[in-house]
């Protein structure tokens, strides 16, 4: 598990190997991630946008932007959890990826980035 906390909003990965989705004689890996995302802050946030970064084995890079998340733009109270799943496909048995949210905090409206902390996702027979 992966986990950052950035101005008081923490983030924490888990990746999985989703075979039932992938075709390794084509050359084609899916793999789902879990996100939880905390507000540990004394403010009210909502999550506006993401941004990710995501490279696969052969250094090809990928990059995905927008609003909210699975169709989402959650308000979290202070304490508050939010987690959703999502997925990703590689041509290459690794890959990994890493990015941001906006979030804006309602009292001020102001907007601030969160960091996503950069995670690996290996098949399971390449840990070994």
Not at 52 to 76: C, H, N, S
Not at 113 to 125: C, G, Q, S
């Amino acid at each position: 598990m992966h986990s950052i906390i950035t101005n008081g909003i923490e983030i924490m990965v888990q990746t999985h190997y989703y075979a039932q989705q992938s075709s390794p004689k084509e050359g084609h890996y899916f793999f789902v991630y879990e996100i939880s995302i905390t507000n540990k802050s004394d403010f009210t946030v909502q999550l506006l946008s993401r941004h990710w970064d995501i490279v696969d084995a052969f250094g090809k890079t990928r990059m995905v932007e927008g609003e909210g998340v699975i169709g989402e733009t959650p308000v979290l109270e202070p304490g508050e959890l939010f987690v959703y799943n999502s997925g990703c496909d590689f041509p290459t048995e690794i890959g990994k990826m890493s990015g941001y949210y906006v979030m804006r905090k309602l009292i001020d409206n102001s907007d601030f980035k969160v960091t996503i902390p950069e995670f690996l996702m290996v098949l399971p027979a390449k840990n070994n």
